[in-house]
């Protein structure tokens, strides 16, 4: 369903065990930054209406998941940690050239959202399936289903806005590039690294 071409290593599940602190505080990280991401979807487009009206949803969504997130860390005994540059997300975002109209801009934008969405969304499964942890078993199987629907929802934007052939070429050709990003990472206890 998701279309990544390349699965993450179910063994990435062992590391995460290793830490379980640095994961979630990664997670709530990526939580506040799909919040953020939201946000400057209504700054940038306010014109496209459907789309404010979907982002403001999803922000109430995201910073929600942000705090279950934090509650989680604190539940534990822990405190959140500092941000980490997101080496994943940086360098998928190199894919696309700058320039361009804003209709090209937006489309690229929703296509980048929508790979975060399905790499989160294939995370969470195999934290669903193979976390020891039954409570974050749980916790990891009802947030799947939560990106899952942002991934869904961010590539039929592009689609509308970006015309489907032309968009359903650029989202193939981004996950080519997706694939060979991922061949480097999986051995960190963060979400997308």
Not at 36 to 53: C, G, K, N, R
């Amino acid at each position: 369903m998701l279309g990544l071409k390349l699965p993450t290593d179910p063994r990435w599940v062992n590391i995460v065990e290793k830490n379980l602190e640095e994961i979630l505080t990664d997670h709530a990280f990526c939580e506040q930054k799909a919040t953020s991401t939201a946000i400057s979807f209504i700054v940038l487009f306010p014109e496209y209406t459907d789309i404010v009206q979907e982002m403001t949803a999803l922000v109430k969504e995201e910073i929600s998941h942000f705090k279950m997130v934090h509650d989680k860390i604190i539940e534990r005994g822990w405190v959140l940690g500092r941000d980490r540059k997101d080496e994943y997300v940086n360098r998928l975002m190199t894919f696309f050239p700058k320039g361009g109209s804003r209709t090209t801009f937006l489309v690229h934008k929703l296509l980048y959202a929508a790979l975060i969405e399905a790499r989160s969304c294939e995370r969470f499964r195999l934290l669903s399936e193979n976390l020891e942890d039954e409570e974050l078993r749980t916790f990891y199987r009802n947030l799947m289903v939560s990106e899952a629907n942002h991934y869904t929802m961010f590539l039929q934007f592009a689609r509308k806005y970006g015309g489907e052939t032309e968009t359903n070429k650029k989202w193939q050709a981004l996950l080519d590039f997706e694939a060979e990003i991922m061949k480097d990472l999986g051995k960190k206890e963060t979400i997308h690294g």
